[in-house]
């Protein structure tokens, strides 16, 4: 199993990103994925989940209406689209697999910078 992000970077406030997760060894539609941030100093926080079957989305209250979690089953690839991104955002973002707090497997993650 292995999980590969990418798509990090600096931009200023108010930009976007989108980050990808390239998963091999399973088939991603099969399995809960999440997306995971940490910040400097800080300790993990979980940002987004999609869940295997329907699909459906969750999100932390500081990243709702502006992130968006969405897989490519055909490419087997995770993504999290990031728009109007804050200066708080700024983090290491990770994809793992499984649902929040009980995820088996984690990618190297990508930088994500927000800075003027």
């Known amino acids: 199993v292995q999980l590969v992000e990418s798509g990090g970077g600096m931009v200023q406030p108010g930009g976007s990103l989108r980050l990808s997760c390239a998963a091999s060894?399973?088939?991603?539609?099969?399995?809960?994925m999440s997306w995971v941030r940490q910040a400097p100093g800080k300790g993990p926080e979980w940002v987004s989940t999609?869940?295997?079957?329907?699909?459906?989305?969750y999100y932390a209250d500081s990243v709702k209406g502006r992130f968006t979690i969405s897989r490519d089953n055909a490419k087997n690839t995770l993504y999290l689209q990031m728009n109007s991104l804050k200066p708080e955002d700024t983090a290491l973002y990770y994809c793992?697999?499984?649902?929040?707090?009980?995820?088996?497997?984690w990618g190297q993650g990508t930088q994500v910078t927000v800075s003027s």
């Open positions: 793992a697999r499984g649902l929040p707090g009980t995820e088996d497997y």
């Open positions: 060894g399973f088939t991603l539609s099969t399995y809960d």
């Open positions: 999609i869940l295997t079957g329907g699909g459906s989305t």
